[in-house]
């Protein structure tokens, strides 16, 4: 049964999805546990995410998660969301965070199985479903302080931080829990954890506390121990970090397209094309900002292009890459002087917000959604003009959390508005 497991891990990571899928099915008959069985279909949720079917990967972890005794509602609510947040204070009442390093060890198999299969969905549910998102982390998290920890609650305990500091304004508490995340994978020296810590951490954390230039050197070191320990997925997403951070701290351009065009390449061997299609709208919004487009917001080009693929992103529910695609169409309108095509595509980039949580992109929106609609307010009606007022006014209200917390990110944004 070791070997067919093997087997199918080995064409998963050659890209043969196909062999993959007839090797897991062998396990799956064959396997007398369903302790057996964990290993293939956590391969199976990660090659089903990395070929864009996010839907299909939530299915699969649903269903086994359900025979481990983990069961989720139908349709996830706040409500939901709030119970789950809520046990988690319970437990921590009278705790440090630094001190959840030192809870025993998990022990059940069950749990461990269970942890295993909520990391490998929880791609699938940030990109396409953010309501399950929060769930499946506040899960991971109450299994570690009920049951102990284990290398994986590395993971739960960085996402938690990635809520704290990106849903919750608990920026300060969020920062630790990624600390916590990154000292228990030392802990535990699980090296084949890093790549996933690293990226949350980088992507998710960092910034709210450090300048977001520091993310650049933990994404590289997460990129590169993805593909060492064989964690194409995870290397993938870092592969896209550094670049996406390069672009919005204004490296330039020249540089930029140089290595999006590199990373682009790298990820295409590696069969990762989730990444993939990120770094090439990043790409292509460098080919607009360089080249003379008569309509300068609209991604269609040689690296990526919007009237094809938008529809495909639509279908699947696609909310991360909706909104990195409409953030770089209202930065790219509103710099060019298209101010109410900025204001139409921040409306839509708005509504996809719940598919980036605490990435960077989500204070770079509110300024520019702030620029775009005091663009228009000279030209606007006077019944518009207290609405938009007031919009910028609660922009403003999170932008100035955000910048006393990180300064160097968010500060000048502030008083530019203000201005």
């Not at 993805?226 to 701290?249: K, M, N, Q, R, V």
């Not at 595509?345 to 609609?373: C, M, Q, R, W």
């Amino acid at each position: 049964m070791v070997l067919y497991e093997g087997a199918a891990e080995a064409a998963y990571l050659g890209g043969d999805f196909e062999q993959m899928q007839k090797w897991a099915e062998v396990v799956q008959q064959e396997a007398k546990i369903l302790l057996d069985k964990v290993k293939v279909y956590e391969v199976q949720i990660i090659a089903s995410i990395i070929q864009s079917k996010q839907l299909e990967a939530i299915k699969i972890a649903v269903s086994i998660l359900q025979l481990l005794g983990i069961s989720f509602p139908d349709e996830p609510t706040s409500t939901d969301i709030q119970q789950g947040m809520d046990e988690i204070a319970t437990s921590l009442k009278g705790k440090a965070i630094a001190d959840l390093i030192n809870l025993p060890l998990m022990t059940d198999p069950n749990k461990i199985a269970a942890m295993i299969i909520l990391m490998g969905v929880l791609p699938a549910a940030f990109q396409t479903a953010p309501a399950m998102m929060p769930i499946i982390v506040c899960k991971m998290v109450n299994l570690s302080l009920r049951y102990g920890n284990t290398a994986v609650s590395a993971y739960g305990y960085s996402l938690y931080g990635l809520l704290l500091c990106g849903i919750q304004g608990e920026i300060d508490s969020g920062y630790e829990f990624g600390k916590l995340a990154s000292r228990l994978v030392s802990q535990f020296n699980a090296k084949e954890l890093k790549a996933k810590i690293l990226t949350v951490v980088s992507a998710h954390v960092m910034h709210w506390k450090e300048h977001v230039r520091e993310t650049l050197t933990s994404s590289m070191s997460g990129y590169s121990s993805g593909l060492e320990t064989g964690d194409l997925e995870y290397a993938g997403y870092c592969g896209y970090i550094y670049p996406y951070h390069s672009f919005w701290l204004g490296k330039e351009l020249w540089v930029l397209e140089k290595e999006l065009i590199a990373y682009c390449d790298s990820l295409k061997k590696i069969n990762q094309q989730v990444a993939f299609t990120w770094n090439s709208v990043y790409l292509q919004t460098v080919l607009n900002l360089k080249g003379s487009f008569e309509n300068v917001d609209c991604l269609i080009g040689e690296a990526y292009d919007e009237q094809s693929m938008l529809p495909i992103h639509q279908q699947v529910n696609d909310l991360y890459t909706i909104n990195h695609l409409f953030a770089n169409k209202l930065m790219l309108s509103y710099i060019f002087g298209e101010y109410f095509k900025a204001v139409e595509n921040a409306a839509i980039a708005e509504k996809s917000l719940g598919g980036v949580t605490g990435l960077f992109v989500v204070p770079l929106f509110y300024f520019y959604d702030s620029l775009a609609h005091l663009a228009i307010y000279h030209t606007a009606k006077e019944s518009e003009k207290q609405a938009i007022l007031e919009k910028v006014q609660a922009n403003q209200q999170k932008m100035e959390l955000w910048a006393t917390h990180a300064p160097t990110n968010h500060l000048h944004r502030f008083y530019l508005v203000e201005a």
